[in-house]
């Protein structure tokens, strides 16, 4: 089972570039490791992880043999209207693991506040 | 005309192995009479992470990327997992995680009913075999070390202090021997690197003082969350040593002398290391 948390700002106002930071729980064997009984584990990493916003990939990997275990993904974005986020990621083995997440974008003329 | 000079060397001689003898004989009795002195002062003492780069401090310090903290939340999960015969969970009988609180401080303490020195791993898997009548598991698998990870944190912030009385006292004395002997084919002892030459550096990395506050820590080498055993051990590799089998009460020893070593420092999971 492979979990992921993403963590984003707590307010995001229109037109905002904002960074987004996904974690995902992989193993990422490499192919090339043994466990602690000397046997090689087989090889399993993520090949192919998107983000989909509005209908429209806004952000792809595809990692190798390279990516350390439990990869980080990090990366900006700029949204002008609310919508979910979909992530969605396929390892070796045809595991496919997804998050979905509200992204609520505020109107630019509302926030007189200053931004955190 | 040979003979008083004979004589006088052999005076000289005894009078040099008398004092030779002496010497010797110091040297035996002093570890023994200094049983119990440490080599690092207690105001000396500092967290493996005084010798880690900047990296591994951000890494840590990060509350969102710390590799360590996915296994935290297994912990929490597994805690409240009802599992075994008897229908049990950690959460039945010992209610919140707060009443771990300050266990791994104490660890590894003698078993009353066994006269074992358990380690804060074999007490959970005790618990699991014994309260909660479920399946093993196995040393270093990562059910345990989430658990155990998560049993720690409760203490998160609190001084080390273990108990080398009594019963432990025999342990105590063993880890200390083993951590002050030399062995294996580089036939280096502990101490030598880490109490006499901490902060200098080995390879591309500093030689930390071997501090057990931190344990189960996320090894980025490993990828994984790893015990204070399997971190023992890899030292044996080092020193390329014969390493004693999983379970070894050698280890036990000597994280007894570590944490005894260690005391008042404070533990701190979820921890990374190199």
Not at chain 1, 9 to 19: M, S
Not at chain 2, 148 to 170: E, F, H, R, W
Request: charged share 25%; proline share 5%.
């Amino acid at each position: 089972m492979t979990t992921a948390r993403l963590q984003l700002p707590a307010r995001i106002v229109e037109g905002d570039v904002f960074k987004l930071r996904l974690l995902v729980q992989h193993p990422m064997d490499s192919g090339f490791l043994r466990d602690l009984e000397g046997v090689l584990v087989k090889r399993n990493v993520i090949r192919h992880l998107q983000c989909i916003f509005h209908d429209k990939e806004v952000f792809r990997v595809e990692p190798t043999t390279g990516t350390s275990a439990n990869p980080l993904f990090e990366f900006y974005l700029r949204a002008t209207k609310s919508g979910e986020l979909y992530f969605r990621w396929v390892d070796d083995k045809g595991y496919i693991g997804e998050l979905r997440q509200k992204l609520v974008i505020e109107p630019a003329n509302q926030s007189k506040a200053p931004k955190p | 005309m040979s003979g008083p000079k004979l004589c006088l060397w052999g005076l000289s001689r005894c009078l040099i192995y008398f004092l030779l003898l002496n010497v010797f004989g110091l040297l035996f009795h002093l570890p023994m009479a200094a049983a119990q002195q440490r080599l690092i002062a207690l105001d000396k003492l500092q967290s493996g992470l005084a010798f880690t780069g900047p990296e591994i401090l951000d890494l840590q310090g990060d509350d969102f990327a710390n590799p360590g903290l996915p296994f935290l939340e297994k912990g929490a999960k597994l805690w409240n997992q009802v599992s075994g015969k008897n229908d049990k969970s950690c959460q039945s009988c010992h209610g919140e995680l707060k009443s771990m609180k300050g266990a791994a401080t104490r660890y590894p303490a003698i078993d009353k009913a066994s006269g074992h020195l358990f380690n804060l791993e074999d007490r959970i898997r005790h618990c699991r075999q014994k309260r909660q009548k479920a399946a093993e598991w196995p040393l270093e698998s990562e059910e345990l070390l989430s658990i155990t990870l998560y049993v720690t944190s409760a203490s998160n912030g609190m001084p080390i202090k273990v108990s080398i009385d009594g019963k432990a006292q025999s342990h105590f004395e063993a880890g200390q021997k083993i951590f002050t002997t030399r062995q294996g084919q580089m036939n280096l002892a502990c101490t030598q690197c880490h109490d006499q030459r901490y902060g200098i550096k080995l390879f591309t990395d500093k030689l930390s003082q071997g501090q057990p506050n931190a344990y189960p820590a996320y090894r980025i080498e490993w990828q994984r969350l790893a015990s204070l055993e399997r971190r023992l051990r890899f030292c044996y590799t080092g020193v390329k040593a014969e390493i004693p089998a999983w379970g070894h009460e050698d280890m036990r020893d000597i994280s007894l002398y570590l944490m005894w070593r260690a005391q008042g420092l404070k533990i701190e999971v979820p921890s990374v290391r190199k």
